[in-house]
């Protein structure tokens, strides 16, 4: 049965679907309505210790020159936000209720609901404003450039529904007439409203309220509890939706069900259980330590990676067929250690998103590892040149694994062409191993790729020939080559190149139509044997040096052959068929094939009549 068309593209379309909700998921800003500062978890960290430091007594700024001397340390706005801070981290609502202006309350509050508000106030302030003590004004007289009247200072705004609220301290008078900073009546006035909008609501009608006051590394016990039951409820949700979409891909495409069954159970389940559960997280109110520790993303960026790196085992995989479709089986030694190394890097990517989200200032780390891979490039300069040394030979492929080349000075056969080198067994059958560098720079031989043998053998006759006996031999041996079934007829030619310092010398040009070094070898033999029988009948022989000198008596010419051969010159003149300096077409395609090869007396000669 043909699939649909859409059937081909869906594992594409879920891959791109799958990396764009990623891809946006991660790099969305934080929301701005309620919190437009939210503080990222390492802002957290440092800060917190910084309010506990502040509203402490260790560390009072009561000493300072021009600060009230204060119990409390409410002489500036900065030791008061943060005596407050510390105060309600302690569940000493008592003590923080000191910190408010409780002396201008609207109608129906009482002073005696100082540590409630104070309470109410705190679990605002944990769930939608992070006050950066460093930002709030450290003199008696606070902050004089805020536009505010000099006895207020503004340390933030809460952006509700219907209006936004000021968080203001005011400067008041103690009992004893000494001013000191709290926060202001209208403030004090706004925390019912504040704590209707932004407080646990009926949540903490119905749970005690130790779940709403007891933290763990910073989140309220609730918080945890709904982390916990949402991760429980949308778990198998996300293996349900999994298990669906790998039904369909068998489907549709059963072919691409194994390579893909990892990558559905594994990172796409992961992808749609964070994000079904971030979904759900979202439409919760959260606290600010919630929220910087979603910010960072932890999950999502794991998530990504993962997905990635399972793309680039798909990817690898399909290269592989690749390589083994088009017969380049050796190029998969490079795709490991590529693959290797991107994974590397995207693992470090994500290690750098990360830490950016959490807050963490990663240019100095970028650049210290810029450093340190300039210094790991240099000292690893020889090894990388051999890793691009086997890349050119992988991709331009001058050699491959099997063939019999020449490298140098030397020739053998390659072996293998690893990451740093390569080996070659020579004709000692030793084997010679060569950095790729080195290799891929040489000038490489590969007898291998030949499509043809070149036969040119110098015949060298003795200065005794006559014309007639070059130009019988000039004749025959052409007739040889052309009659020869394993030899071109072109390019061919056998001339009578010139006369050397003992011999006269006739060249012969030709191909050998085989690929195997030693069928060529043995028709070379032949076609060596059937020119001495040529030269020997016609009456002459070859040249010996005139530096070599030897007792025997010389071998004189044999005169009834050499007539022959003159005789048969003269008839061939006669009949002009004297096929020089070139034989006719019509010679070539009658002599073409014309030859019995293998020889007569062969074992093939039989067979092939």
């Known amino acids: 049965m043909k699939r649909p068309a859409w059937s081909r593209r869906l594992v594409p379309m879920i891959i791109g679907s799958v990396a764009v909700i990623l891809s946006m998921e991660v790099a969305a800003p934080a929301s701005a309505d309620t919190n437009p500062a939210q503080p990222s978890l390492k802002e957290l960290v440092q800060k917190r210790s910084k309010v506990n430091q502040v509203g402490g007594s260790q560390?009072?700024?009561?000493?300072?020159?021009?600060?009230?001397?204060?119990?409390?340390?409410?002489?500036?706005?900065?030791?008061s936000v943060g005596g407050f801070l510390a105060a309600a981290h302690k569940r000493d609502y008592a003590r923080a209720a000191e910190y408010l202006d409780l002396h201008s309350l609207p109608l129906g509050m009482t002073e005696s609901q100082g540590p409630e508000l104070a309470r109410q106030l705190k679990i605002v302030?944990?769930?939608?404003?992070?006050?950066?003590?460093?930002?709030?004004?450290?003199?008696?007289?606070?902050?004089?450039?805020?536009?505010?009247?000099?006895?207020?200072?503004?340390?933030?705004?809460?952006?509700?529904?219907?209006?936004?609220y000021d968080l203001l301290l005011q400067r008041v008078p103690r009992e004893d007439g000494v001013s000191i900073w709290k926060f202001a009546g209208a403030t004090v006035a706004d925390i019912p409203q504040l704590y209707e909008e932004f407080g646990y609501g009926r949540l903490e009608r119905?749970?005690?309220?130790?779940?709403?006051?007891?933290?763990?590394?910073?989140i309220e016990v609730w918080g945890w509890a709904a982390l916990v039951v949402i991760a429980i409820t949308t778990l198998p949700i996300?293996?349900?939706?999994?298990?669906?979409?790998?039904?369909?891909?068998?489907?549709?495409?059963?072919?691409?069900?194994?390579?893909?069954?990892?990558?559905?159970?594994?990172?796409?389940?992961?992808?749609?259980?964070?994000?079904?559960?971030?979904?759900?997280?979202d439409l919760t109110s959260y606290s600010v330590v919630q929220q910087a520790l979603s910010e960072g993303k932890t999950l999502l960026v794991l998530a990504l990676a993962w997905i990635v790196l399972r793309c680039l085992d798909l990817t690898a995989k399909w290269i592989?067929?690749?390589?083994?479709?088009?017969?380049?089986?050796?190029?998969?030694?490079?795709?490991?250690?590529?693959?290797?190394?991107?994974?590397?890097?995207?693992?470090?990517?994500?290690?750098?998103?990360?830490?950016?989200?959490?807050?963490?200032?990663?240019t100095t780390l970028l650049a210290g590892l810029s450093i340190s891979g300039v210094a790991v490039a240099f000292a690893a300069q020889k090894s990388l040149e051999n890793v691009f040394g086997a890349a050119t030979l992988y991709s331009s492929q001058p050699v491959r694994v099997?063939?019999?080349?020449?490298?140098?000075?030397?020739?053998?056969?390659?072996?293998?062409?690893?990451?740093?080198?390569?080996?070659?067994?020579?004709?000692d059958r030793t084997i010679i191993t060569v950095p790729n560098a080195e290799f891929a720079q040489m000038h490489l031989e590969n007898y291998s790729k030949r499509d043809r043998f070149w036969y040119h053998p110098c015949?060298?006759?003795?200065?005794?020939?006559?014309?007639?006996?070059?130009?019988?031999?000039?004749?025959?041996?052409?007739?040889?080559?052309?009659?020869?079934?394993?030899?071109?007829?072109?390019?061919?030619?056998?001339?009578?190149?010139?006369?050397?310092?003992?011999?006269?010398?006739?060249?012969?040009?030709?191909?050998?139509?085989?690929?195997?070094?030693?069928?060529?070898?043995?028709?070379?033999?032949?076609?060596?044997?059937?020119?001495?029988?040529?030269?020997?009948?016609?009456?002459?022989?070859?040249a010996i040096p005139a530096q070599i000198q030897f007792e025997?008596?010389?071998?004189?010419?044999?005169?009834?052959?050499?007539?022959?051969a003159e005789s048969q010159v003269g008839e061939w003149r006669t009949q002009q068929a004297l096929y020089l300096p070139n034989f006719p077409r019509e010679k070539v395609a009658e002599l073409r094939g014309s030859l019995d090869y293998p020889p007569v007396g062969s074992p093939g000669a039989a067979t092939r009549r």
């Open 206 to 218: 119905v749970f005690p309220s130790w779940l709403f006051d007891v933290k763990i590394l910073g």
């Open 125 to 164: 302030l944990d769930r939608v404003l992070w006050i950066d003590p460093d930002l709030v004004s450290a003199s008696p007289e606070g902050d004089q450039t805020d536009a505010l009247p000099d006895v207020r200072d503004r340390v933030g705004r809460i952006a509700g529904r219907e209006r936004t």
């Open 238 to 281: 996300a293996f349900l939706l999994t298990a669906l979409l790998m039904r369909m891909l068998r489907f549709i495409r059963a072919e691409l069900a194994p390579d893909f069954e990892q990558f559905f159970t594994g990172p796409v389940r992961m992808l749609l259980w964070v994000l079904m559960a971030r979904s759900l997280i």
């Open 402 to 427: 099997g063939d019999f080349c020449g490298f140098g000075d030397r020739v053998g056969t390659i072996e293998e062409i690893g990451l740093r080198a390569t080996q070659v067994r020579t004709l």
């Open 59 to 79: 560390l009072s700024e009561s000493q300072a020159p021009g600060v009230p001397d204060d119990e409390l340390n409410r002489g500036v706005p900065r030791s």
């Open 552 to 564: 025997a008596p010389a071998r004189m010419l044999d005169d009834e052959k050499s007539k022959t």
């Open 459 to 542: 015949l060298k006759l003795r200065y005794e020939t006559t014309p007639e006996q070059i130009r019988y031999v000039l004749v025959e041996v052409r007739k040889l080559l052309y009659a020869h079934p394993k030899v071109l007829s072109e390019p061919l030619w056998v001339r009578f190149r010139g006369f050397r310092d003992y011999s006269l010398d006739l060249d012969v040009f030709a191909y050998i139509g085989v690929t195997d070094y030693n069928e060529s070898l043995e028709v070379a033999e032949d076609l060596n044997l059937r020119i001495m029988d040529i030269v020997a009948g016609a009456g002459t022989d070859f």
């Open 320 to 362: 592989a067929r690749r390589f083994e479709t088009k017969g380049v089986t050796g190029s998969r030694v490079l795709l490991r250690p590529a693959v290797i190394l991107v994974k590397v890097i995207v693992v470090a990517g994500a290690a750098i998103l990360w830490l950016e989200n959490l807050g963490y200032e990663v």
